[in-house]
């Protein structure tokens, strides 16, 4: 309708400035995940309307969802059912001009994790201080089940943190990526701290980006080449490379970094 008030862009609605040759990539291919060629000719308002349509249907899902749990509550089951909330992906939701997934910006990366078990999770709880993974879910899962968990595994469970925030969690969590199905070659690595994300691209000028996410919660300013923060590069380095080695991930970072 003529009539609608459309949400505003996000505060970091531009690419940031000089932005990796790989992303350049994806904007512009015109196959899988070819959303993003749909927008080079998008105004304002378009970017506008299509900002509406994902929080009206985001609305769709809560209201399913509120159907889920009182579909529960009124057959008795509640207290006997552990409810989790979470997604395989975010959106990109006009941030840095990206619309859907396939890519490591945090509104793509970041997905809800949200905990009900009636009496056994106490209500309104909110935790944005630990880092948690998708990897987590089935540890989590199994630990509120009681049932041994499977070895191998590389999630933790999250009851002890519910049940006691002040404790310690993750110190990192890792997200890869993989956008082309044609050329699988071109993958991405990224390794989040609590203050810092660091990410890698297989190819393509410009490979690397670091942002600090206490000063820079939009991601705006690629701090990677910056000689003041080359001391930060080298430890999120160091990390993502023990992850990669202990994982026997082929990835190949060390092509890319910059020495």
């Not at 000719?41 to 769709?60: G, P, V």
């Not at 078990?117 to 106490?122: K, L, S, T, Y």
């Not at 209500?123 to 989590?140: A, C, I, K, M, Y």
């Not at 393509?204 to 705006?220: H, I, N, S, V, Y």
Request: charged residues 25%.
């Amino acid at each position: 309708p003529a009539d609608i008030d459309l949400p505003p862009l996000p505060p970091n609605f531009q690419p940031i400035f000089d932005e990796p040759e790989f992303i350049e990539i994806c904007r512009q291919r015109t196959y899988y995940g070819n959303e993003m060629n749909w927008t080079n000719d998008w105004d304002e308002m378009e970017w506008r309307k299509y900002l509406y349509a994902y929080y009206r249907f985001t609305e769709r899902v809560d209201q399913q969802i509120g159907r889920l749990l009182n579909a529960l509550d009124e057959n008795d089951l509640s207290d006997d059912t552990l409810v989790v909330l979470t997604s395989d992906h975010g959106e990109g939701v006009a941030a840095h001009q990206w619309v859907v997934k396939l890519m490591l910006y945090q509104e793509v990366v970041t997905v809800p994790f949200v905990i009900r078990w009636n009496g056994m999770i106490p209500e309104n709880l909110v935790d944005r201080n630990h880092l948690v993974s998708g990897l987590d879910l089935l540890p989590t899962v199994c630990d509120y089940a009681n049932i041994d968990l499977p070895a191998g595994l590389g999630g933790q469970s999250l009851r002890p943190l519910v049940e006691n925030s002040s404790l310690p969690g993750r110190s990192y969590v890792v997200s890869e990526l993989q956008p082309d199905p044609k050329h699988k070659e071109m993958e991405g690595r990224m390794i989040r701290t609590a203050r810092f994300k660091y990410i890698i691209f297989s190819h393509g000028q410009r490979p690397e980006l670091l942002f600090d996410l206490e000063a820079d919660p939009g991601e705006t300013k690629n701090l990677a080449y910056q000689v003041a923060y080359r001391d930060i590069v080298l430890e999120h380095q160091a990390l993502l490379l023990r992850v990669i080695k202990d994982t026997l991930d082929p990835f190949p970072m060390s092509k890319q970094m910059m020495l």
